[in-house]
């Protein structure tokens, strides 16, 4: 099967009942989509799928044959952070930092589909991520700060 992760084409044979969490981990040793609930639950391993956010614990490689996958590894252009990954470091939105991944792509996802999201948008695309060291505030005020450097760059 194919799959086109962070922009590069990879050809894989996953065994039948590997999620992606799996291959992206121990075939591809992206480690930055964390392993935790592996039942859909947390959040930690989201990733985006053919542009949409997604539970890598959940998806099995095996229908995944020509999805475009971008992972936390591939957000950053080049040593430029991504405005969220930068807005988290501003606003102290981690602690142990075992969610942030999956918090991040999130948040791009969010901003993707509203760039200037209100309370219950950002409330219902964070419902699935949760941060075990309680730093939702401070979440918050990473995605308005991201929101604003988004809409403020020459590119938007």
């Known amino acids: 099967m194919r799959l086109v992760v962070n922009g590069r084409a990879r050809t894989l044979q996953p065994d039948p009942g590997e999620t992606l969490l799996e291959t992206l981990r121990d075939r591809l040793h992206l480690t930055g989509t964390k392993a935790a609930c592996e039942q859909g639950e947390c959040g930690a391993c989201t990733v985006h799928i053919n542009g949409r956010p997604a539970y890598s614990c959940l998806a099995l490689s095996c229908g995944l044959d020509g999805a475009t996958v971008a ?22 939105a ?38 075990r060291c309680g730093t939702y505030p401070k979440i918050v005020a990473a995605i308005r700060q991201a929101a604003a450097a988004i809409s403020a760059s020459p590119a938007s």
């Open 94 to 131: 981690v602690q142990c930092g075992y969610c942030t991944p999956g918090q991040v792509m999130s948040v791009i996802a969010l901003l993707q589909r509203h760039p200037d999201p209100t309370d219950e948008q950002i409330a219902e695309a964070m419902a699935g991520n949760l941060c």
């Open 71 to 92: 992972t936390i590894e591939g957000i950053a252009t080049g040593d430029a952070l991504h405005p969220v990954q930068a807005a988290f470091i501003a606003c102290d």
